[in-house]
Each structure stands twice: as C-alpha cells, then as structure tokens.
C-alpha cells in the first residue's frame, strides 16, 4: 500500500508540472499538490484524517459544479454525444476541458480517500 501512495503522489506532481499551461493553473497545481503531499506522507506512514477529508469535500464540492456546469460533464454527455475527451491535447472546447478537470478531481477524490480510510485504521 505504501507504493500506491508513492506512485499517486508522483503521479500528482507530474499533473501539477502539466497546468503550467491551463486556463486555470492557479486552482489546478494547488489542488494536485495538496493531494501529492497528503501522499507523500501516507507513503512515510504520517496519515491526516482532516487534510484528507477536507480535499475530499473540497473536490467533491468543485465536481459536482464542474459535473451541472452548462458547459459541464452533463452537457458533454447529453448534448455532444460524449465527444472524444482525447481527440487533441489542446481543449478547445468547454465541455471537454470540464470534462477532463472532472476527470482530474475523481482521481484526486480516489486518492484521498485511501489515505483517510488508512488513516482511520491507525
């Protein structure tokens, strides 16, 4: 278990170096490096049952409006026929950049979420 908190936590550093870029990387690199340094240190044995949760919530609350968004998730799925979410790198489309970020946020939730659970059993 602990290398699947390594490996996330490298993984979200490397999504943080990728916003330099994004329309938004000031709420992007935050996020990815908050949930990297939760594991980071789950990795090290050091669990935060609160930093967990509150990036829990946090993600789940910027999903749920990225998910009801006009040009959110829903809109992706009803009204552009699930359009390829990979077709380019560049989102030159709403509805693709927000369903990406979506994307982006339930791995981070995921991620989380294993360190409050392992948190809870210490």
Not at 42 to 58: D, Q
Not at 77 to 104: N, Y
Request: aromatic share 18%; net charge positive; glycine share 6%.
């Amino acid at each position: 278990m602990r290398y699947i908190h390594l490996s996330l936590g490298i993984l979200f550093v490397f999504f943080a170096a990728l916003q330099y870029n994004d329309p938004d990387p000031y709420i992007w690199i935050p996020i990815y490096i908050y949930a990297a340094s939760l594991c980071f240190l789950a990795f090290r044995g050091r669990f935060f049952k609160r930093a967990s949760l509150a990036g829990i919530l946090f993600c789940l609350a910027y999903a749920l409006y990225l998910f009801l968004d006009k040009d959110g998730v829903l809109s992706w799925a009803r009204d552009h026929k699930a359009e390829s979410l990979v077709q380019t790198m560049k989102a030159t489309k709403p509805w693709i950049e927000e369903s990406r970020e979506f994307g982006g946020l339930l791995i981070v939730i995921f991620s989380l979420a294993l360190n409050y659970l392992k948190a809870g059993k210490k």
